[in-house]
């Protein structure tokens, strides 16, 4: 158990509706990432959040946001869902989010869009 | 941006043997190099990192290597078991040093038969 936390662990919804995924980091880390797992492009960094405020970004389609809040909890929002977005959506945290910091893994939510 | 390739995809060994699975790094600037294990349903779970100023880590049956010349890292399990299988990937991280964003490879599934 990494400590990160992730919930729901699954989730099915319908095309073009919107979803809130959520991840509570361990105890002590500032940085919260977040990763999208498909089964054609592997883990895909999507957006990396450090004690409130975003620090990086990857692949991260305009659709998707995400914020992290005060208690350092962190939300992704999904909206207009296609189908090519049902993957598993991993958090991750790290200590200080800096280049050398390791990051743990949460246990993934699972999207399926019908 | 980083490009990690990973090899092989698949690797299959008998109870025992030992395993290597090999990354390549194209940015020089990389600078840490994290080993995570996934099994099935469940969220990456980091066995084994090395950072740029170290050749070789060992833990217990686990070991990294990394020539930073050649731009490669490798994964080493000796005396595999069958609780070893499941998809292990590598990646890479680089400055610069106030974000965190890992480079994942495409990941080799590991199969031990008993």
């Known amino acids: 158990d990494s400590g990160v936390t992730q919930t729901p662990k699954h989730l099915i919804t319908a095309t073009g509706q919107r979803v809130t995924l959520r991840c509570s980091p361990r105890?002590?880390?500032?940085?919260v990432y977040w990763y999208q797992q498909s089964l054609d492009q592997g883990l895909q960094f999507l957006i990396q959040?450090?004690?409130?405020?975003?620090?990086a970004k990857g692949n991260i389609l305009e659709r998707f946001s995400a914020q992290q809040f005060p208690d350092l909890h962190s939300e992704l929002n999904l909206s207009s869902l296609e189908l090519g977005d049902s993957a598993l959506y991993f958090c991750?945290?790290?200590?200080?989010?800096?280049?050398?910091?390791?990051?743990?893994f949460g246990p993934g939510t699972r999207l399926t869009v019908l | 941006g980083e490009n990690v390739e990973q090899h092989p995809s698949t690797l299959s060994v008998q109870e025992g043997d030992s395993a290597v699975i090999k990354c390549t790094y194209s940015d020089s600037a990389s600078n840490y190099f994290p080993w995570y294990k996934q099994e099935l349903g469940k969220g990456p779970q980091l066995i084994i990192d090395?950072?740029?100023?170290?050749g070789e880590k060992k833990d217990q049956r686990i070991a990294v290597t990394l020539n930073k010349t050649a731009k490669h890292f490798s994964l080493h399990i000796t005396e595999t078991q069958p609780e070893d299988s499941a998809v292990y990937f590598c990646?890479?991280?680089?400055?610069?040093?106030?974000?965190?964003?890992?480079?994942f490879g495409s990941g080799t599934k590991l199969n031990v038969k008993p």
């Open positions: 990646a890479a991280s680089m400055p610069p040093y106030n974000f965190n964003k890992f480079y």
């Open positions: 105890s002590g880390d500032l940085s």
């Open positions: 991750a945290s790290s200590p200080d989010g800096g280049s050398t910091d390791t990051q743990y």
């Open positions: 090395i950072r740029s100023n170290v």
């Open positions: 959040y450090y004690n409130g405020e975003e620090r």
